[in-house]
């Protein structure tokens, strides 16, 4: 008896598993993956920065506008058109206190208050703990382009930090 239902199952299981094969479940009914060329066309190099070259001296400010530089990020040669890619800078890029990329720079002309902000088109700065992901579509060529701008931006350090909150905790009591 056995050996019948076996010899029966099989037959039915070579006719079902083409089926099984081809369809999309196959994936987790996951999309296929895009691919494409990355490519930053121009070099990033900013200015070597002086204390002269920003316009205040609080926290938050940004240098000097000579020292602003666009970064252009582009995919092309993408398999799918007409379809959304994301970018996302890495949370370990993002300082968590202000927002801004973290500073790497290091060496005797290095500063611990001076980091860098990115600035969209419409020339706003943009807070990567409120925004790290940034979405394009595809176009018709196969290309999608993410600008940027970037400038030095000043930190508030600790010592600096205590006066102007004092300020601050001052005014607000008058």
């Known amino acids: 008896m056995k050996s019948i239902n076996i010899t029966f199952l099989i037959p039915l299981l070579l006719l079902y598993f083409p089926f099984i094969a081809l369809s999309d479940n196959r994936r987790g009914s996951l999309p296929a993956p895009i691919s494409c060329s990355f490519d930053i066309p121009n070099s990033t190099k900013v200015r070597s920065i002086r204390p002269d070259s920003f316009p205040s001296n609080y926290a938050g400010t940004l240098a000097n506008d000579r020292y602003s530089k666009r970064i252009a990020i582009v995919f092309s040669l993408c398999s799918e058109k007409n379809t ?10 993002i300082d968590f206190n202000n927002g801004y990329l973290i500073n790497d720079v290091t060496g005797s002309e290095a500063s611990d208050n001076v980091t860098f902000q990115l600035i969209d ?31 030095y931006v000043k930190k508030i350090i600790f010592a600096q930090s205590q006066g102007i909150y004092l300020l601050v905790l001052r005014s607000l009591w008058k």
């Open 121 to 151: 088109d419409e020339n706003n700065p943009i807070d990567l703990n409120q925004k790290n992901t940034f979405t394009k579509t595809i176009d018709e060529s196969g290309t999608a382009y993410f600008n940027f701008f970037i400038n």
């Open 84 to 93: 959304k890619i994301t970018l996302r800078i890495d949370n370990t890029n």
